[in-house]
């Protein structure tokens, strides 16, 4: 069964900083690929961006390109979204979602097959 744990969320100033990790556990970690979503209150999940199995390959959401990183370090079973110059329609509950069978892009979450359940980001203006 995989397992996927995100860390990382808390309160944050406009213009600021955070780093989300996501740890899975159950399966070879090389064979997802990774994306990250969020969800504010009363809206609907937002792909924000995705990442290769190999890592070599990033796609990101207009409105974070520049700003945000997704990164993944096979090794530690992690991949980490690096976010900067956060602003304040940035706060949601940002997750983690893995899929074994994408062969391209998705940024939809019925795509992905396994989630975690979630962190939450705060950003006070």
């Known amino acids: 069964q995989v397992q996927l744990v995100e860390s990382g969320g808390g309160l944050v100033q406009a213009g600021g900083s955070l780093r989300l990790s996501c740890t899975a556990s159950?399966?070879?970690?090389?064979?997802?690929?990774l994306c990250w979503f969020r969800q504010a209150p009363g809206k609907e999940r937002e792909f924000v961006g995705t990442?290769?199995?190999?890592?070599?390959?990033?796609f990101y959401t207009d409105s974070v390109k520049g700003r945000f990183t997704i990164s993944r370090e096979n090794a530690k079973n992690t991949v980490y979204l690096q976010m900067n110059s956060l602003k304040p329609e940035e706060t949601a509950v940002y997750y983690c979602?893995?899929?074994?069978?994408?062969?391209?892009?998705?940024?939809?979450?019925?795509?992905?097959?396994?989630w975690g359940r979630g962190t939450q980001v705060t950003v006070s203006s």
């Open positions: 990442i290769s199995r190999s890592g070599t390959t990033t």
């Open positions: 159950g399966r070879t970690f090389r064979s997802f690929v």
């Open positions: 979602a893995a899929s074994t069978t994408l062969s391209a892009i998705a940024t939809t979450p019925r795509r992905y097959d396994y």
